[in-house]
Nanobody, 118 residues
Framework: QERLVESGGGLVQGGGSLRLSCKAP???????????MNWYRQAPGKQRESVAS???????NYSDAVKGRFTISRDNSKRTVYLQMNSLKPDDTGVYYC?????????WGQGTQVTVSS
């Protein structure tokens, strides 16, 4: 079983919205509650880039490219982090990955594809 499972991607028109979810089904809840959870994305032919993060204390951080349009949140009881994406643009197209640091080792999900048409 995967350590992180993303879902919620799809095809959407520009200006539309999607909500991504990332669940950590195997993580002990007390450990999950301490982790900063991150969303990254990778567009075709480009490097993976950070999109948003949320700390255990729910402090959030966003890249300039998505600030004001995306919102990251978490539900610790469900071991799940969300990425609400509004006002989507074609430049937001890519594979979106969830991530956390496991004592120095990055853990990644399998990714979920987001495609925004113009």
């Amino acid at each position: 079983q995967e350590r992180l499972v993303e879902s919620g991607g799809g095809l959407v028109q520009g200006g539309g919205s999607l909500r991504l979810s990332c669940k950590a089904p195997r993580m002990i809840l007390s450990v999950y509650n301490t982790k900063t959870m991150n969303w990254y994305r990778q567009a075709p032919g480009k490097q993976r880039e950070s999109v948003a993060s949320i700390t255990s204390g729910r402090i959030t951080n966003y890249s300039d490219a998505v600030k004001g349009r995306f919102t990251i949140s978490r539900d610790n009881s469900k071991r799940t982090v969300y990425l609400q994406m509004n006002s989507l643009k074609p430049d937001d197209t890519g594979v979106y990955y969830c991530n956390y640091d496991d004592y120095g080792t990055p853990v990644w999900g399998q990714g979920t594809q987001v495609t925004v048409s113009s």
